[in-house]
Each structure stands twice: as C-alpha cells, then as structure tokens.
C-alpha cells in the first residue's frame, strides 16, 4: 500500500483563487513529520510547510496552510490567494518517527497551473 | 550559501558505462539521502546515510553505490549504466528536528 496518496495529478485554478491540494497518509507510528515541497518546472525542490504528528495547531507559513486532520490521516495543502508563480509540482511526504535521519517517503505529486 | 551542491548537472551515458554523481553539502546535517525522480513517480529513495562511515538501502537500490567517508560529501556510483536509470537524481540533507530535506540542484542522467 502506499504511504503517500495523491489523488489529483492536476489541478487548474484562477489567479487570486485559493486551492486545496490533497495528501492522505498512512503509518502506524505514532510520531511522523508531514511536509510539502514544490517543484517548479526549473526542477529545484522548495520546501514549503511542516506538521509534526503531535502539533496541535495547523502548520502556516504565508499564503501556505497545511490543514491536518489526523483522524482521517489528510494534510492537505491550501494555498491562498493563489499567483501565477505558483504553477509548479507539489509534493507531500512524511518521514516516520522522531529521529530527523530518517527518510522522507513522497507521493506522485500533484501539478498545479494557476492562469490569470 | 552553498548549501547541497551537486555534480554534474547534465550527463550522457552509454549502456555499461560508470559514473560517480558528486554530492557535497556545508551545513553539517549528518543525515544525507539520494533520491531519483522519474516521470509519474514522484521521488524515490536510493541511498541514505545517517553519519559518516554509515550507509543504507533505500526503496530502489539495485546498480547504485554509495560511500560516506567525510559529512560533507555522499557521492553515488553508478557501477554499470542502463537505460533504466536515465532519471534526474537529487541528493539531500537533513536538519534536526523536524527531518526537512535540503535539495540540490538535481543532476539530469541520460544512459543511452
């Protein structure tokens, strides 16, 4: 089974919109960290947003939420007020366990194009 | 900042040629992986270490090598190229405590 889903190989949304990209989990450890990287079409990998299993409160960094429901084993990626430099490939993964040398396990990605 | 570098950027192979793909980074992680990323795929564990003189397999192992002599550097070997390992390969390091990933610049690989 996989670690990482996701669904929604691409997503199309307007300039100013807001979107929500889909990740779903599953592990059986207690403790896992959940990220989000985006990879625009220049090939860098950018990170954008972390959750750890134990946070209480959804990640947030700028325009980028992370919305963590831990019951339903989702952390969906929400972009506000989405720009046309947000055309790119995301990518959710989670690394399992506390220790922070240990592999992070990634989905297929989903590519978003923001048009104006 | 430097950060991770990785050598070279592009590479043409012939089948059952060897390569060595550098990797360097100057943050001190003592955490380094490499990933190979195809089309479709997402990306995929090759290689990790966990401190110098440590190794490990990851998900997709077969025809690769790699060595950690220094925390600096992680360099991977390809023993034998095929055309099955033409992908783009990312080498990373880690940072306490959360586990992000620093990426390098991605090296694109083309075994012909």
């Known amino acids: 089974a996989q670690k990482i889903t996701q669904t929604q190989p691409g997503m199309f949304v307007q300039e100013k919109e807001a979107v929500t990209l889909d990740c779903t989990y599953d592990?059986?450890?207690?403790?896992?960290?959940l990220f989000w990287y985006k990879q625009p079409s220049s090939g860098e990998m950018i990170f954008l947003i972390y959750?750890?299993?134990?946070?209480?409160q959804n990640a947030t960094e700028g325009r980028y939420s992370l919305n963590f429901q831990k019951a339903r084993k989702s952390a969906n990626l929400v972009i506000s007020a989405s720009q046309l430099g947000d055309s790119a490939m995301y990518f959710c993964a989670m690394r399992e366990g506390r220790q922070a040398g240990t592999a992070l396990i990634f989905g297929k990605g989903t590519t978003l194009s923001v048009s104006s | 900042n430097a950060g991770v570098t990785q050598t070279p950027k592009f590479q043409v192979l012939k089948t059952g040629q060897s390569m060595t793909l550098q990797c360097a980074q100057d943050?001190?992680?003592?955490?380094m992986s490499w990933y190979r990323q195809d089309p479709g795929m997402g990306l995929r564990l090759i290689h990790y270490s966990v401190g110098a003189g440590i190794t490990d397999q990851g998900e997709v192992p077969n025809g690769y090598n790699v060595s950690r002599s220094t925390t600096e550097d992680f360099p991977l070997r390809l023993l034998s190229a095929a055309p099955s390992q033409t992908s783009v390969y990312f080498c990373?390091?880690?940072?306490?405590?959360?586990?992000?990933?620093?990426f390098g610049e991605g090296s694109r690989l083309t075994v012909l």
């Open positions: 959750q750890g299993s134990y946070d209480q």
């Open positions: 592990t059986s450890d207690p403790s896992y960290g």
């Open positions: 943050m001190n992680h003592e955490y």
């Open positions: 990373a390091s880690s940072e306490e405590p959360t586990g992000e990933l620093f």
